[in-house]
T-cell receptor, first 113, second 109 residues
Framework: NAGVTQTPKFRILKIGQSMTLQCAQD?????MYWYRQDPGMGLKLIYY???????DKGEVPNGYNVSRSTTEDFPLRLELAAPSQTSVYFC????????????FGPGTRLTVT | GQNIDQPTEMTATEGAIVQINCTYQ??????LFWYQQHAGEAPTFLSY??LDGLEEKGRFSSFLSRSKGYSYLLLKELQMKDSASYLC??????????WGAGTKLIIKP
């Protein structure tokens, strides 16, 4: 099993550009999450999904969009990138039910200049 | 509100034992996780406590007291590779994980 995979690993965007961060998991997990982590800070939840076709906002959703058309994939879309979106983005998944520990992808380091 | 309180940084010596304390306040409670995060990497799952008491897993043990809103992570026989941040992560009544900045543990030879 590859676990949770994320692409790209690094990206530099210009202000106003858009991009999609890809996330996939092969563990048949129902729940998937997108977080951002700024230097020295805790993770902040952007969006999450409890299953295909179902998504919900987390703590910091503004400037982002998600979709969940399959169990495996959970892409994060940045529209009109801003310097405040410079961060490390982590995707995670969990089975749900009785098992809520989250397993993380390696992260995407995004710089907006 | 929801709050987690952990020391910002701790230093310990290779081969020694260290205890990282955590107090928390959440809207409801469905258990508490400990995660390890090496610099520049993703968090990795260490332990989960939902009932009071001590859970032991190799060199790492985690303790929970729900009535006190208190947990600790105990690391024994410290190794240099244990230098990392340790995140105390309670889960609230909506099964959302509450993430703080964690404790940065520095291991010295």
């Amino acid at each position: 099993n590859a676990g949770v995979t994320q692409t790209p690993k690094f990206r530099i965007l210009k202000i106003g550009q858009s991009m999609t961060l890809q996330c996939a998991q092969d563990m048949n997990h129902n729940y998937m999450y997108w977080y951002r982590q700024d230097p020295g800070m805790g993770l902040k939840l952007i969006y999450y999904s409890v299953g295909a076709g179902i998504t919900d906002k987390g703590e910091v959703p503004n400037g982002y969009n998600v979709s969940r058309s399959t169990t495996e994939d959970f892409p994060l879309r940045l529209e009109l990138a801003a310097p405040s979106q410079t961060s490390v983005y982590f995707c995670a998944s969990s089975y749900g039910g009785e098992s809520y520990e989250q397993y993380f992808g390696p992260g995407t380091r995004l710089t907006v200049t | 509100g929801q709050n987690i309180d952990q020391p910002t940084e701790m230093t310990a010596t290779e081969g020694a034992i260290v205890q990282i304390n955590c107090t928390y306040q959440t809207s409801g409670f469905n258990g508490l996780f400990w995660y390890q995060q090496h610099a520049g990497e993703a968090p990795t799952f260490l332990s989960y406590n939902v009932l009071d008491g001590l859970e032991e897993k190799g060199r790492f043990s985690s303790f929970l007291s729900r009535s006190k809103g208190y947990s600790y992570l105990l690391l024994k026989e410290l190794q240099m590779k244990d230098s990392a941040s340790y995140l105390c992560v309670p889960m609230d009544s909506n099964y959302q994980l509450i993430w703080g900045a964690g404790t940065k543990l520095i291991i010295k030879p």
